[in-house]
């Protein structure tokens, strides 16, 4: 398997640990794994996003126009990071997941209709209004990867996700973190 | 479709936002050479200039000393590195920048961590990025190891210190032996400890909202009244000072040495600023602002040397058009002179009745000549001839001078001094040996010298008594002053007790006697102890009892007024006169200690004869007296200047006195008061001759301009200029411009005016001028459409920074009250 990621978000959001998750499934797997990340900034309220390159690769970075899975943990951030996604390969266009309210990841109609030209599915969650309500913001990165984890071309599977997402969770936040997982899925 | 910029911002409560917020508030056009880190993030608050790479602040502020100083320029550099930075990369281009001399400021931010990269110990730390114990590295000694001689530390939460501490190091390389200079500012990093740290504690704040001085609508321009004025208000020395002298505007002249200035705006209140000079005891040092700070400017003795140096007031003073009109003046000590001096100078014809064979009462009678040179007063009396007053000496009213021959006078001022003596109330007071300690210095003062024998008893705590005993002391004499209350001027006290003079506090005569071995027997009491009923008692109250050949009682003196009508006379047995010396008769005018209002000292005394001139001239049909206009705030003082001139700046600094907390004590380092050089006491006891020798003209240059804080008045300094955060205010022919469209009314430039010398109106509210969060950028206050500025709740760690950052106070501590969960 090879598959080309990006996650994207904002300081704070949990960039840094949904990819620790990947790399956890993928180390469970046996999968060779690039991380790379922006650092620092990301508890400064800046951009921050990760490289994720799963199966073998011979370099660290996604190259624009080569990325399967773009995760947006901010519309925003995820309008920026557009150029990674690749254009249609045969029968396989690249996947968009973005926190956002239904339908407003992407407003502007002319952004919509160049994703759709190339072939990009979009999928829209407002895991931010989940973890709202689940009492704790920070939970929205679980919540969208719980969502996520649901598309048929998602890298890894629901119970990787959740062995991997156990794995790396402290003690304390575990059982909150599965909780978030399962109410991203069931959207 | 444009994307919002993300610009990351410190983590609310961070302590580099307060130190960068500090630094770019001290030093507006400083180099500030910057680093790699979170601190590089300073670049949001204008206080990182250059990041390069990783040690780069160093080398290149060093590079940018030896760019400038081979142009003769050193403008401030301040680089700034974290710890974790330092340690990694910045001792090699420490050690390099000292040893090849370069002078800058680094300020290490020490947080204790590497917070850009997610909390990796640094050396300082003593823990491994594995968590194993390492080898702890002190920062201080690897910055000692760098050949720094100059380390210090400061907090950048308390924002005067930290400026303070700023600017002490960009003094050091500034010095003669200066070099690099460090500072270390050590805090917690917030994000790290998930708080404020051990050291602070959290103060939440909250925002006021009210009425706003100006609507967002018409941002266009700030209303006059809202904005910042430069307008120049009375140094508190001057409101304290009774002779009226300008002497915020003293210093100026004496800081550019221009002292022929400095005497004519001194001979424009008075005509003994070389006797002021000597014998005041200065209240207006008492109301220095430099006081409580390092020790009030030395204000006496540059007076003195204004008036020394200035040659006399008879080549200043001019007498003013003839008004036609002439006054009498009974009485040449220094209220009648005074009142004299500035009736000639109004162009009235007077003259002058003194008792005595010369002018001068007290200052020629009384005070002593150590203190008081003959030849300084001599050349200070000078000015009368000169004036064209007319001297009449060995003139007593009631005596040789007759009510009648003053008839021919429109007006006639009596200031006849307080020369009766008061006798002590006690058995044996009239006893051999014992005598006024005024007559004793009158004596010594006529060139006949009483002989006083080996023992000399002084009773009384004031200048009087200090005068006596120290003239006695220089005939030979051992001292002893026995007294209630110590009244006189300290420094002569401590002079007195260098020259080997004994001081009882507190203890009071009961009786004296004639003691068997001749001289006189003291019998004394300690004021704690009960006083005698009546003379029979007294004996019995007597503590303690001592021996001496003569005894000086000097208790103060009354006016003797027996060539008054008893009707004119005030309860205490003074002159009936209000503040402008004017009594019941419309033509009788009185002051000094002869009147109720008394006088008390030379400088009260220069001060009723002020009033009185001015009195007797709007008496005389002169320009109305417009008491407010010439009377010093709430102080004593009056300013003749200001009548010639009322549109002179004088006339303009109305406003109350800025108080010491108006005063930005970070802009002024300590520096010791200037001490004139005195007589050594084992020399001095011998002679006559003046005992402090006066601070030298370059002494007293260098204190004025070092030392003087100008409060409330504008030096064109340019740190207003420097702080304005909308760089509203600009310099145009020397003259400071506002611009109202720009000004955003943040009160930054009177908040931070050294001297206080800007007047504006806190409107305690939020105005919406954004100073805030542009300058000190905490995420945590949120600024809405309108403007105005919210605390964010949710992300505040209440570290109370924004409470020193709002000049407007808008924000304050947060008022818990009772309907708030």
């Given at each position: 398997?090879?598959?080309?990621?990006?996650?994207?978000g904002?300081?704070?959001?949990?960039?840094?640990?949904a990819?620790?998750?990947?790399?956890?499934?993928?180390?469970?797997?046996q999968?060779?794994?690039?991380?790379?990340?922006t650092?620092g900034?990301?508890?400064?309220?800046?951009?921050?996003?990760?490289?994720?390159?799963?199966?073998?690769?011979?370099?660290?970075?996604?190259?624009?126009?080569?990325?399967?899975l773009l995760?947006?943990l901010?519309?925003t951030?995820?309008?920026?990071?557009?150029?990674?996604?690749?254009?249609?390969?045969?029968?396989?266009?690249?996947?968009?997941?973005?926190?956002?309210p239904?339908?407003?990841?992407?407003?502007d109609?002319?952004?919509?209709?160049l994703?759709?030209?190339?072939?990009?599915?979009?999928?829209?969650?407002?895991?931010?209004?989940?973890?709202?309500?689940?009492?704790?913001?920070?939970?929205?990165?679980?919540?969208?990867?719980g969502?996520?984890?649901?598309?048929?071309r998602?890298?890894?599977t629901?119970?990787?996700?959740?062995?991997?997402?156990?794995?790396?969770?402290?003690?304390?936040?575990?059982?909150?973190?599965?909780?978030?997982?399962?109410?991203?899925r069931?959207? | 479709?444009?994307?919002?910029?993300?610009?990351?911002?410190?983590?609310?409560?961070?302590?580099?936002?307060?130190?960068?917020?500090?630094?770019?508030?001290?030093?507006?056009?400083?180099?500030?050479?910057?680093?790699?880190?979170?601190?590089?993030?300073?670049?949001?608050?204008?206080?990182?200039?250059?990041v390069h790479?990783?040690?780069a602040?160093?080398?290149?502020?060093?590079?940018?000393y030896?760019?400038?100083a081979?142009?003769?320029?050193?403008?401030?550099?301040i680089?700034?590195?974290?710890?974790?930075?330092?340690?990694?990369?910045?001792?090699?281009?420490?050690e390099?920048?000292v040893?090849?001399?370069?002078?800058?400021?680094?300020?290490v931010?020490?947080?204790?961590?590497?917070?850009m990269?997610?909390?990796q110990?640094?050396?300082?730390y003593?823990?491994?990025?594995?968590?194993?114990?390492?080898?702890?590295?002190?920062?201080?000694?690897?910055?000692?190891?760098?050949?720094?001689?100059?380390?210090?530390?400061?907090?950048?939460?308390?924002i005067?210190?930290?400026?303070?501490?700023?600017?002490?190091?960009?003094?050091?390389t500034?010095?003669?032996?200066?070099?690099?200079?460090?500072?270390?500012?050590?805090?917690?990093?917030?994000?790290?400890v998930?708080?404020?740290g051990p050291?602070r504690?959290?103060?939440?704040?909250?925002?006021?909202?009210?009425?706003?001085p100006r609507?967002?609508?018409?941002?266009?321009?700030l209303?006059?009244?809202w904005m910042?004025?430069?307008?120049?208000?009375?140094?508190?020395?001057?409101?304290?000072?009774?002779a009226?002298?300008?002497?915020?505007?003293?210093?100026?002249?004496?800081?550019?040495?221009?002292?022929?200035?400095?005497?004519?705006?001194?001979?424009?209140?008075?005509?003994?600023?070389?006797?002021?000079?000597?014998?005041?005891?200065?209240?207006?040092?008492?109301?220095?602002n430099?006081?409580?700070?390092?020790?009030?400017l030395?204000?006496?003795?540059?007076?003195?040397?204004?008036?020394?140096?200035?040659?006399?007031?008879?080549?200043?003073a001019?007498r003013g058009?003839?008004?036609?009109?002439?006054?009498a003046?009974?009485?040449?000590?220094?209220?009648?002179?005074?009142?004299?001096?500035?009736?000639?100078?109004?162009?009235?014809?007077?003259?002058?009745?003194e008792?005595?064979?010369?002018?001068?009462?007290?200052?020629?009678w009384?005070?002593t000549?150590y203190?008081?040179p003959?030849?300084?007063?001599?050349?200070?009396?000078?000015?009368?001839?000169?004036?064209?007053?007319?001297l009449?000496?060995?003139?007593?009213?009631?005596?040789?001078?007759a009510w009648a021959?003053?008839?021919?006078?429109?007006?006639?001022?009596?200031?006849?001094?307080?020369?009766?003596?008061?006798r002590l109330n006690?058995?044996?007071?009239?006893?051999?040996?014992?005598?006024s300690?005024?007559?004793?210095?009158?004596?010594?003062?006529?060139?006949?010298?009483?002989?006083?024998g080996?023992?000399?008893?002084?009773?009384?705590?004031?200048?009087?008594?200090?005068?006596?005993?120290?003239?006695?002391?220089?005939?030979?004499?051992?001292?002893?002053?026995?007294?209630?209350?110590?009244?006189?001027i300290?420094?002569?006290?401590?002079?007195?007790?260098?020259?080997?003079?004994v001081?009882?506090?507190?203890?009071?005569?009961?009786?004296?006697?004639?003691?068997?071995?001749?001289?006189?027997?003291?019998?004394?009491?300690?004021?704690?102890?009960p006083?005698?009923?009546?003379?029979?008692?007294?004996e019995r109250?007597?503590t303690?009892?001592?021996?001496a050949?003569?005894?000086?009682?000097?208790i103060?003196?009354?006016?003797?007024?027996?060539?008054?009508e008893?009707?004119?006379l005030?309860?205490?047995?003074?002159?009936?006169?209000?503040?402008?010396?004017?009594?019941?008769?419309a033509?009788?005018?009185?002051?000094g200690?002869?009147?109720?209002?008394?006088?008390?000292?030379?400088?009260?005394a220069?001060?009723?004869?002020?009033r009185?001139?001015?009195?007797?001239?709007?008496?005389?049909?002169?320009?109305?007296?417009?008491?407010?206009?010439?009377?010093?705030?709430?102080?004593?003082?009056?300013?003749?200047?200001?009548?010639?001139?009322?549109?002179?700046?004088?006339?303009?600094?109305?406003?109350?006195a800025?108080?010491?907390?108006?005063?930005?004590?970070?802009?002024?380092?300590?520096?010791?008061?200037?001490?004139?050089p005195?007589?050594?006491?084992?020399?001095?006891?011998?002679?006559?001759?003046?005992?402090?020798?006066?601070?030298?003209?370059a002494?007293?240059?260098?204190?004025?301009?070092?030392?003087?804080?100008?409060?409330?008045v504008?030096t064109?300094?340019?740190?207003?200029?420097?702080?304005?955060?909308?760089?509203?205010?600009?310099?145009?022919?020397?003259?400071?411009?506002?611009?109202?469209?720009?000004?955003?009314?943040?009160?930054?430039?009177?908040?931070?005016?050294p001297?206080?010398?800007?007047?504006?109106?806190?409107?305690?509210?939020?105005?919406?001028c954004?100073?805030?969060?542009t300058?000190?950028?905490?995420?945590?206050?949120?600024?809405?459409?309108?403007?105005?500025?919210?605390?964010?709740?949710?992300?505040?760690?209440?570290?109370g920074?924004?409470?020193?950052?709002?000049?407007?106070g808008?924000?304050?501590?947060?008022?818990?009250?009772?309907?708030?969960?």
């Amino acid at each position: 398997m090879k598959c080309q990621a990006i996650i994207a978000g904002v300081g704070g959001q949990g960039v840094l640990f949904a990819a620790k998750v990947f790399t956890e499934m993928a180390r469970r797997r046996q999968l060779p794994v690039f991380g790379s990340q922006t650092f620092g900034m990301a508890q400064r309220g800046g951009s921050v996003m990760t490289h994720l390159k799963i199966g073998e690769f011979n370099s660290p970075l996604v190259c624009e126009g080569d990325a399967d899975l773009l995760l947006g943990l901010d519309f925003t951030e995820a309008h920026r990071t557009l150029p990674y996604l690749h254009e249609q390969r045969g029968e396989r266009g690249a996947v968009c997941v973005v926190n956002a309210p239904a339908g407003q990841a992407f407003p502007d109609s002319r952004v919509a209709a160049l994703l759709g030209s190339m072939g990009v599915t979009v999928h829209t969650c407002d895991a931010d209004a989940v973890a709202l309500a689940m009492n704790n913001p920070l939970l929205a990165n679980l919540v969208l990867l719980g969502f996520g984890a649901a598309h048929e071309r998602f890298p890894f599977t629901y119970d990787e996700l959740c062995t991997a997402t156990a794995a790396v969770s402290g003690a304390l936040r575990r059982d909150a973190n599965l909780d978030a997982l399962e109410r991203g899925r069931a959207l | 479709m444009a994307l919002p910029t993300r610009r990351p911002t410190f983590c609310p409560g961070c302590g580099h936002r307060a130190a960068f917020y500090a630094l770019r508030r001290t030093f507006a056009d400083a180099i500030f050479p910057g680093d790699i880190g979170c601190y590089t993030l300073g670049l949001n608050q204008g206080a990182v200039d250059t990041v390069h790479d990783m040690g780069a602040s160093i080398t290149m502020a060093a590079g940018f000393y030896h760019a400038y100083a081979q142009d003769g320029q050193q403008p401030p550099i301040i680089a700034t590195i974290g710890d974790g930075t330092f340690f990694h990369s910045g001792a090699a281009g420490l050690e390099n920048a000292v040893y090849n001399g370069a002078r800058f400021v680094l300020l290490v931010l020490d947080n204790g961590t590497t917070g850009m990269t997610g909390m990796q110990p640094t050396p300082e730390y003593g823990k491994t990025a594995d968590g194993h114990a390492g080898v702890k590295i002190e920062l201080e000694a690897l910055i000692r190891g760098c050949g720094i001689r100059y380390l210090a530390h400061a907090d950048p939460h308390d924002i005067p210190s930290f400026q303070r501490a700023l600017l002490d190091a960009v003094e050091f390389t500034h010095s003669d032996a200066g070099g690099v200079a460090v500072v270390i500012a050590r805090y917690v990093c917030v994000t790290q400890v998930k708080g404020l740290g051990p050291n602070r504690k959290p103060l939440a704040v909250e925002v006021v909202h009210g009425p706003r001085p100006r609507a967002p609508e018409t941002l266009a321009a700030l209303d006059a009244q809202w904005m910042p004025v430069h307008r120049d208000r009375l140094s508190p020395c001057a409101e304290a000072g009774p002779a009226g002298n300008d002497i915020e505007r003293l210093m100026t002249l004496a800081g550019q040495e221009q002292w022929r200035e400095a005497a004519a705006m001194l001979y424009a209140e008075h005509p003994f600023p070389s006797t002021l000079g000597r014998v005041c005891p200065h209240p207006c040092e008492s109301a220095c602002n430099r006081g409580a700070h390092d020790g009030a400017l030395a204000i006496n003795a540059l007076e003195r040397l204004a008036g020394d140096r200035g040659r006399s007031a008879a080549d200043f003073a001019v007498r003013g058009p003839d008004q036609g009109k002439c006054v009498a003046v009974v009485g040449g000590g220094p209220a009648g002179l005074a009142a004299a001096y500035h009736l000639a100078r109004l162009g009235y014809g007077v003259d002058v009745f003194e008792a005595q064979p010369e002018i001068g009462g007290m200052l020629r009678w009384a005070i002593t000549e150590y203190r008081l040179p003959p030849a300084v007063l001599a050349r200070e009396l000078e000015v009368f001839a000169a004036l064209g007053v007319t001297l009449h000496t060995g003139m007593r009213l009631g005596a040789n001078l007759a009510w009648a021959e003053l008839d021919r006078f429109d007006a006639v001022y009596l200031a006849t001094g307080a020369w009766k003596q008061r006798r002590l109330n006690v058995p044996g007071a009239e006893c051999a040996g014992v005598q006024s300690g005024l007559d004793y210095l009158k004596a010594m003062r006529s060139g006949t010298p009483p002989t006083l024998g080996r023992r000399v008893a002084v009773i009384g705590g004031g200048n009087t008594a200090i005068d006596a005993a120290r003239s006695a002391r220089r005939q030979g004499a051992a001292v002893e002053v026995f007294y209630d209350l110590l009244l006189a001027i300290p420094a002569e006290v401590e002079a007195a007790r260098t020259e080997g003079i004994v001081f009882h506090h507190e203890i009071v005569p009961v009786a004296f006697a004639a003691a068997a071995a001749g001289g006189v027997q003291l019998l004394l009491r300690e004021l704690a102890a009960p006083a005698p009923q009546d003379d029979a008692d007294a004996e019995r109250c007597a503590t303690q009892s001592s021996e001496a050949d003569s005894v000086l009682v000097c208790i103060g003196g009354d006016a003797d007024l027996d060539y008054l009508e008893a009707a004119d006379l005030a309860p205490n047995g003074r002159l009936a006169v209000d503040a402008w010396g004017r009594s019941r008769d419309a033509r009788i005018f009185a002051g000094g200690d002869a009147a109720s209002t008394g006088a008390g000292t030379v400088v009260g005394a220069i001060n009723a004869g002020k009033r009185a001139a001015l009195a007797i001239a709007e008496r005389l049909g002169g320009r109305p007296l417009a008491t407010p206009d010439l009377q010093l705030a709430n102080g004593p003082g009056i300013a003749v200047s200001i009548a010639a001139d009322a549109s002179s700046p004088r006339a303009r600094q109305g406003a109350p006195a800025p108080q010491a907390l108006e005063i930005r004590l970070q802009f002024f380092p300590k520096t010791p008061r200037a001490t004139a050089p005195q007589r050594a006491p084992e020399d001095s006891v011998w002679n006559f001759e003046e005992v402090n020798f006066g601070l030298g003209s370059a002494a007293a240059t260098a204190e004025a301009r070092a030392r003087c804080f100008h409060c409330g008045v504008c030096t064109h300094c340019d740190i207003c200029v420097d702080v304005c955060p909308s760089e509203a205010i600009a310099k145009v022919d020397g003259v400071y411009r506002i611009d109202a469209t720009t000004c955003t009314g943040c009160h930054v430039c009177a908040a931070e005016c050294p001297r206080g010398a800007i007047s504006m109106p806190a409107a305690g509210v939020c105005i919406g001028c954004g100073y805030c969060t542009t300058r000190f950028e905490c995420p945590s206050l949120l600024r809405g459409a309108d403007g105005l500025v919210s605390i964010d709740r949710r992300t505040c760690i209440d570290c109370g920074m924004c409470i020193q950052v709002c000049a407007q106070g808008a924000i304050r501590p947060r008022q818990e009250t009772a309907n708030r969960p």
